[in-house]
């Protein structure tokens, strides 16, 4: 499906007249908070996208580790091994990524979540 879709996007956008930012800490950083955001909000609830998160909610259920701790963990390591590969300017915008969507998965997580219930003092 994510093929698909991404060709059909480049088709239907490759003429377009939309801006492109090339500013690397701006991206990284809008990058981060959207992926942040997105994986606590899967994550709190208990589900995945089937990516490297299912590693730490694996181990979460196991150890009552945060899930942000261990995600940063194994994307770290992910970091590190990218390091014979990949320049070292992008290498640490990336770490920098995921050690802001960790912190915000963590942060997401560890709120209460609200109880659905509505409290009422009439009784039925």
């Known amino acids: 499906m994510y093929p698909f879709c991404l060709s059909l996007f480049e088709f239907l956008f490759k003429n377009s007249k939309l801006p492109v930012i090339e500013n690397l800490p701006l991206n990284a950083f809008a990058a981060a908070v959207l992926i942040g955001i997105s994986l606590g909000i899967l994550t709190r609830n208990g589900t ?68 659905d219930e509505v409290i009422s003092n009439e009784k039925t």
């Open 48 to 115: 995945s996208t089937g990516g490297t998160e299912v590693i730490p909610l694996v181990i979460n259920k196991l150890t009552d580790r945060s899930v942000g701790f261990i995600l940063f963990i194994l994307d770290g390591i992910i970091m590190l091994v990218q390091l014979v590969y990949s320049d070292f300017t992008k290498i640490i915008y990336g770490a920098a990524m995921v050690a802001l969507y960790s912190v915000i998965v963590h942060l997401i997580c560890s709120t209460k979540k609200v109880n």
